[in-house]
């Protein structure tokens, strides 16, 4: 490990940031890029990587957004240099919905996902609405069993929230954690040869479960343009479908707005079944 990557990680942890391994590979891809140290890199060429990303790679919103939250932090954090450039560049807003699988679809994709840590955690996130980085680092003591309920720390934002738990989930988690029984973590990483389990000291990489989804997602035939972040907003169409207050989806996805969550009431297919219903009669005579 560089100098330099061992610095932004303990000032990334000193601010208590939760996306440590996204944005340590978002720096990675910027030396990869120029094959050379981000920190002999010119203003000048920051201006032309993000360039590229919009005009070559055409990089997602997301992605995007990503890369310029970790270089802000490595240049003006890490460095301490306070270049113009990383208050100019902004990513391109979209506003498209996101994309939803029916309940269905995520038991056929999750169905894909053959090695068991795995599966168990993306069950974990779509059951519990989680991002990515919330699943991966749930803590053994995270659990209320009496309350049935999941306490979320620090979450985006640097929120922290519970969210609701099913009987289900708790069993399957209870099963599993059997199997390693780490003092800490509930999906510890795997331990070097012939090391117990309680000498991991982080949990599950992130491109690890990545790839695991994607290649469920292709192997399932479902063609939509789906990731893990889509359990998430599955998790919450799902919920308001059936009934359950926008106001309680609201709390236990974190968002700090109200506004934030009603996107996905055009996403619920009750509400489209019932306002055709209400055209066809409204058309009957025409």
């Known amino acids: 490990m560089t100098p330099l990557r061992q610095r932004m990680l303990e000032d ?21 890029h120029y094959q050379k140290s981000p920190e002999l890199l010119t203003e000048e060429e920051l201006r ?11 990089a997602s919103r997301s992605t ?65 609405g989680l991002r990515l980085q919330e699943g991966l680092t749930l803590h053994v003591g995270d659990i209320d069993s009496n309350r049935m309920m999941l306490h979320v720390h620090q979450g985006k934002g640097a929120k922290d929230r519970y969210v609701p738990l099913a009987e289900r989930t708790l069993q399957e988690l209870r099963q599993y954690w059997r199997l390693h029984r780490h003092p800490v973590f509930l999906f510890p990483g795997r331990p070097e040869p012939a090391q ?35 359990l998430r907003h599955s998790w919450a169409t799902h919920l308001l479908e059936n009934g359950v207050n926008l106001r309680f989806i609201q709390l236990w996805l974190g968002h700090s707005s109200l506004q934030t969550t009603t996107i996905y009431t055009h996403l619920t297919r009750g509400g489209e079944v019932r306002a055709t219903e209400v055209l066809n009669r409204l058309l009957e005579g025409f």
């Not at 309680?198 to 292709?218: E, H, M, Y």
């Open 196 to 230: 117990p389990w309680n000498t991991v000291q982080r949990p599950i990489v992130d491109s690890t479960l990545q790839r695991a989804f994607a290649a469920a997602l292709k192997s399932s035939g479902i063609q939509k343009h789906a990731s893990i972040h889509t």
């Open 48 to 58: 032309l990587y993000f360039l590229y990303l919009r005009n070559e790679k055409h």
């Open 12 to 32: 990334m942890q000193l601010r208590g940031l939760a996306a440590q391994e996204s944005y340590v590979r978002a720096v990675e891809q910027l030396a990869k």
């Open 64 to 128: 995007s957004t990503v890369a310029l939250c970790a270089i802000k932090f490595l240049y003006e954090q890490t460095l301490k240099r306070q270049w113009a450039i990383l208050d100019f560049v902004r990513p391109p807003k979209s506003n498209r919905l996101p994309t939803v699988l029916s309940v269905e679809e995520v038991r056929l994709v999750l169905s894909y996902v053959h090695q068991p840590h795995l599966r168990i955690c993306l069950n974990t996130i779509y059951a519990c």
